[in-house]
């Protein structure tokens, strides 16, 4: 089972909007305090959209931590 489904199940009568916001709200809350930052500023319109932007960010924190490691040795 998927988040919108859960969401849409715990409030059935919000519409799809409504339920997006939730869950872009929930997941931006449970971020570390860099990423949420960095985040707001970008104001993902949805759920989706900060799911991705959250992806990129930690791939590219990833690949940065990787070049500085090997650039040490």
């Not at 998927?2 to 409504?18: G, K, R």
């Not at 970008?42 to 989706?48: C, F, G, K, V, Y």
């Not at 991705?52 to 500085?68: L, Y």
Request: overall charge positive; proline content about 4%; charged content about 25%.
């Amino acid at each position: 089972m998927n988040v919108s489904s859960l969401v849409a199940q715990a409030f059935p009568t919000l519409d799809h909007q409504a339920r997006d916001k939730i869950i872009k709200s929930q997941f931006i809350c449970g971020l570390d305090p860099g990423t949420k930052r960095q985040l707001l500023k970008r104001e993902p319109m949805t759920a989706h959209d900060a799911f991705e932007q959250a992806q990129h960010m930690e791939s590219t924190k990833v690949i940065m931590n990787n070049e500085a490691n090997s650039n040490r040795t």
